[in-house]
Nanobody, 115 residues
């Protein structure tokens, strides 16, 4: 079955960096578009970034130029590098893929940006 397991969240000061990882299983990873989304308390879940099977990327407007999505097909893992973090980046970050007409989500990893 499809599994997405995120890791790498934590507490970081404004201006700091984190790298999130999402380990995937249960499907042919190299063929799948993978995405990162985030949800802050009281707000809707929003797109952070996606990466296609060929490596093409799309970023949400609020993170463009600060965050970088990448993938390692040999490790079935997608990464999200978060730089220049701001308090408004505080949220639960979720890994996502659409496989066989079903949207799959990981359990989420919390990122808190605070001094």
């Amino acid at each position: 079955q499809v599994q997405l397991v995120e890791s790498g969240g934590g507490l970081v000061q404004p201006g700091g960096s984190l790298r999130l990882s999402c380990a995937a299983s249960g499907f042919i990873f190299s063929r799948q578009t993978m995405g990162w989304y985030r949800q802050a308390p009281g707000k809707q879940r929003e797109l952070v970034a996606t990466i296609g099977s060929g490596g093409s990327t799309i970023y949400g407007a609020s993170v463009k130029g600060r965050f970088t999505i990448s993938r390692d097909n040999a490790k079935n893992t997608v990464y999200l590098q978060l730089n220049s973090l701001r308090p408004e980046d505080t949220a639960a970050y979720y890994c996502n893929t659409l496989y066989s007409w079903t949207n799959y989500w990981g359990q989420g990893t919390q990122v808190t940006v605070s001094s």
